[in-house]
């Protein structure tokens, strides 16, 4: 994360107006990484355009069977398996599952290219 937040300050430092795509593969969980890449970058002319974090996606990824990947997996199940991962108590679980079914039925319905 160092390493991240070096390299966006240099940037800004410059006046950079890079669309920037970023993936973490630190081996500490960062539950807040975009707000922290966000706050890094804020008053600045960049954008962040992606924000992978690797660690919380291999986490996923090895909850299930060891030759599954990721497209193997309906999104509903990544989103448990992330609840599983961040140890979401049991009491939050019922309204974030809500919402993010809600989510997902909006983008279907306002998406046509949607499968």
């Known amino acids: 994360m160092d390493e991240i937040h070096a390299k966006l300050e240099a940037l800004k430092k410059n006046e950079s107006t890079a669309w920037i795509e970023i993936e973490y593969t630190g081996n500490s969980i960062i539950s807040d990484l975009r707000e922290m890449i966000d706050e890094t970058v804020s008053g600045s002319a ?36 992330c609840l599983d991962v961040f140890e979401v108590p049991e009491e939050d679980r019922e309204e974030l599952t809500a919402s993010y079914n809600l989510i997902v039925q909006s983008i279907y319905e306002d998406d046509k290219h949607v499968d």
Do not use: Q, S, W
Request: charged fraction near 45%; charge should be negative.
């Open 46 to 81: 960049m954008e962040i355009r992606r924000v992978k974090n690797r660690v919380v996606m291999d986490r996923v990824i090895r909850m299930g069977k060891e030759e599954e990947t990721l497209d193997d997996l309906e999104p509903a199940d990544v989103f448990t398996r």
